[in-house]
């Protein structure tokens, strides 16, 4: 079993930069696959980002260049560095892990943290 807990988030102006956390709990979480999704109101779910083990990354075209995803695997954290923040980045962001490799498809992932609140202002 692996337990995830978001931290960080917040109100940012468009234009500014926050980072959300995710720190995984469990004997294995540090060799899970993990990612970032989020939710707008009234939306569906959205992959963000991706990080497997081994630091190979992947990002929903429209945060490239904006948004990194990190981890320290020793710490079993995970990092979303967001800067150049715009108001569509506004949804509750939600960390996940799985041990079914990287990708934008929600199934692969079996774990699931509460979300954080990022709102970005314009």
């Known amino acids: 079993q692996v337990e995830l807990v978001e931290s960080g988030g917040g109100l940012v102006q468009a234009g500014g930069s926050l980072s959300v956390s995710c720190a995984a709990s469990g004997r294995t979480a540090n060799t899970f696959d993990m990612a970032w999704f989020r939710q707008a109101p009234g939306k569906e779910r959205e992959f963000v980002a991706a990080i497997n083990w081994s630091g190979n990354t992947d990002y929903v075209d429209s945060v490239l260049g904006r948004f990194t995803i990190s981890r320290v695997n020793a710490k079993n954290m995970m990092t979303l560095q967001m800067s150049s923040l715009k108001p569509e980045d506004t949804a509750v962001y939600y960390c996940?892990?799985?041990?079914?490799?990287?990708?934008?498809?929600?199934?692969?992932?079996?774990?699931w943290g509460q979300g954080t609140q990022v709102t970005v202002s314009s």
């Open positions: 996940a892990a799985g041990g079914a490799g990287i990708g934008a498809r929600g199934d692969l992932y079996l774990y």
